[in-house]
């Protein structure tokens, strides 16, 4: 979370004139209910399944550009599924950075809930770490606007 995934995600889509789909998005207009209401209402297991279905349907649309949640390739199948769809990229960013960029949002982020967000934010960077590293590329936004990120995706993975 704070990384850019969504805003750099549509950015890089629109450059490349292909379509977009946040994940987290499609879960709440299938579930009719927000990401931070399931997870409270349901629960994260609920979250975890809606977001596994919704990975299926995205991946059978080509050439899409496609921001998913941090804690997606927590599960194999979510992994398998991406990375056989395509080029995964994981963007990266500080701690430092991922707080200025949630602030005051916190609140709508149900894996931030209790007294220290940051020790939170350090717990899952330090947890999701391994299955970050099986992204094909990974790019950090620490210091770049979202349009700076989506270039330097562009670059890197020699895309036009």
Do not use: H, W
Not at 65 to 74: E, S
Not at 87 to 95: I, K, N
Request: glycine share 12%; aromatic share 4%.
């Amino acid at each position: 979370m704070g990384t850019g995934k969504s805003t750099v995600g549509k950015l890089l889509a629109d450059k490349l004139k292909r379509p977009f789909i946040d994940l987290d998005r499609m879960i709440e207009k299938s579930a009719g209910s927000t990401v931070a209401q399931i997870f409270s209402e349901q629960g994260e297991g609920k979250f975890r399944q809606l977001e596994t279905e919704a990975v299926r349907k995205a991946v059978k649309k080509p050439g899409v550009v496609i921001a998913t949640g941090g804690g997606v390739l927590l599960k194999e199948e979510n992994l398998r599924l991406l990375k056989g769809a395509g080029t995964l990229v994981c963007l990266t960013a500080g701690v430092d950075q991922i707080m200025r960029r949630i602030g005051a949002g916190r609140g709508r982020r149900p894996l931030l809930a209790g007294e220290d967000p940051r020790r939170r934010v350090e717990d899952l960077l330090a947890q999701r770490a391994p299955y970050y590293a099986q992204a094909n590329c990974t790019i950090s936004t620490d210091g770049l606007t979202a349009k700076q990120a989506a270039e330097k995706i562009k670059k890197e993975l020699n895309l036009s």
